[in-house]
């Protein structure tokens, strides 16, 4: 079992649906990290949530640590948010990244 | 400001040969990890390094080594090439290698990363 799972694995929306991407895991934490990776690799880091809630423009993140699970959720989705999301874990003993599988976003117009 | 910048960006070899990959950190980074990304796959963590030190590492073999030099830039070898190591490879930097409680500081900002096929 992966210590971090994201759900689902791949979504498809259309273009000004409102998206949530799941993230559970299985191990104590001291921070959370949205990641989005487009086509080519390169990885942008979101947010680092360590509790509560996060906005920035139409991305919104929240962690519950106590049920060990976060959200990402985008508002208004456009096609240019079409890109993988990425949860990772920042476990307690260190500063080592721990990756979710990643979530392959798809907007259509 | 320059981001996390590795080269290159993309690389083929073929099976048995090795392979060093760079990665140049944030000005003012002093910590850099490295990670695997297979198709399809998460990231993995090989290494991280900080003021020249290893810090960390992941469950990879010895085929793969790490150092990081004076000016904090750092390289990744790989020796006898395997076709599963083709992967892409990113290398991340953040001013230290994380203590609790977290703070700003410990944030990992990615390179775009090398694309290493292997034949």
């Known amino acids: 079992k992966n210590e971090v799972e994201q759900s689902p694995q791949n979504l498809t929306a259309q273009e000004g649906e409102f998206i949530t991407i799941n993230c559970s895991y299985s191990v104590g934490i001291s921070a959370l990290h949205w990641l989005q990776q487009h086509p080519g690799g390169g990885i942008v880091s979101l947010f680092m949530l360590s509790s509560g809630k996060k906005k920035h423009g139409r991305l919104i993140a929240t962690i519950n640590i106590q049920e060990k699970h976060s959200s990402l959720h985008i508002t208004a989705s456009h096609p240019r948010d079409s890109a993988v999301y990425i949860c990772?874990?920042?476990?307690?003993?260190?500063?080592?990244?721990?990756f979710g599988e990643g979530t392959q976003l798809t907007v259509n117009p | 400001d320059a981001g996390v910048t590795q080269s290159p960006t993309h690389l083929i070899k073929t099976r048995g040969q090795h392979v060093t990959l760079r990665c140049s950190p944030i000005s003012g980074h002093k910590s850099v990890s490295w990670y695997q990304q297979v198709l399809g796959q998460g990231p993995q963590f090989i290494f991280q390094y900080y003021e020249k030190e290893e810090r960390g590492r992941g469950n990879f073999p010895d085929r793969f080594s790490a150092r990081q030099f004076p000016n904090y830039s750092s390289e990744l070898n790989v020796n006898a090439l395997l076709l599963g190591d083709s992967a892409l490879y990113l290398c991340a930097s953040s001013l230290d290698p994380g203590t609790f409680p977290l703070l700003a500081k410990n944030i990992q900002y990615f390179g775009a990363g090398t694309r290493l096929s292997v034949l």
């Open positions: 990772a874990v920042q476990e307690t003993s260190g500063s080592r990244l721990t």
